[in-house]
């Protein structure tokens, strides 16, 4: 049982296209976070959620409190977006649970 | 630069060898944390330290240890390596509302 599923787990897409992943979780979170893994292997995180939508340049993350539900959004795909994406949720107990990841390619 | 760092980014290690993962942050972050992350699988949490002088076990703590040192270290420690341990491990801090920073990541090998 996987408290955190992500989909897909493999993308990829052209050069300019929209990108979407999804993410969804099975326990009450008061945060979720969107982490990128860039081959090599360092993480950073991109956003942290705890309801509506951010949005930093290009990315823009979604959270659906009811639904348990979160998306990143990448506009205008570029190679350099090429990575693993990852979405972590923490509890109110401050247990933190992670997706698997979604291999992003984008080709030129 | 503020962030996390560990040391080493490499190590290989023997059957039954022990060794320390370092990691110290510069943030004043109060919760620090260790995940392992293999193929397929994801981060998994080994040990967490909500606070400085508290750690408590998280999804994959067998055969290994921790110790907060202070606020700013958090040293994991393999007593007896087994090549099960072969895997990235990967220090991180946050505080609850400002965000969560991970460190670069050890690669482990165990032979």
């Known amino acids: 049982k996987n408290e955190v599923e992500q989909s897909p787990q493999n993308l990829t897409a052209q050069e300019g296209e929209f990108i979407t992943i999804n993410c969804s979780y099975s326990?009450?979170?008061?945060?979720l976070h969107w982490l990128q893994q860039h081959p090599g292997g360092g993480i950073v995180s991109l956003f942290m959620?705890?309801?509506g939508k951010k949005k930093h340049g290009r990315l823009i993350a979604t959270i659906n409190i009811q639904e348990k539900h979160s998306s990143l959004h990448i506009t205008a795909s570029h190679p350099r977006d090429s990575a693993v994406y990852i979405c972590?949720?923490?509890?109110?107990?401050?247990?933190?649970?992670f997706g698997t990841g979604t291999s992003l390619t984008v080709i030129p | 630069n503020a962030g996390v760092t560990q040391t080493p980014k490499f190590q290989v290690l023997k059957t039954g060898q022990s060794m320390t993962l370092q990691c110290a942050q510069d943030?004043?972050?109060?919760?620090m944390y260790w995940y392992r992350q293999d193929p397929g699988m994801g981060l998994r949490l080994i040990y967490y330290?909500?606070?400085?002088?508290?750690?408590d076990k998280g999804e994959v703590p067998n055969g290994y240890n921790v110790s907060r040192l202070n606020k700013r270290e958090f040293s994991l420690r393999l007593e007896s390596a087994a090549p099960s341990q072969t895997s990235v491990y990967f220090c991180?801090?946050?505080?609850?509302?400002?965000?969560?920073?991970f460190g670069s990541g050890t690669r482990l090998t165990v032979v």
């Open positions: 991180a801090s946050s505080e609850r509302w400002y965000g969560y920073t």
């Open positions: 326990v009450g979170i008061s945060a």
């Open positions: 959620l705890s309801s």
């Open positions: 972590a949720v923490l509890t109110f107990n401050n247990q933190f649970y």
């Open positions: 943030m004043n972050h109060n919760s």
């Open positions: 330290s909500a606070s400085e002088g508290t750690t």
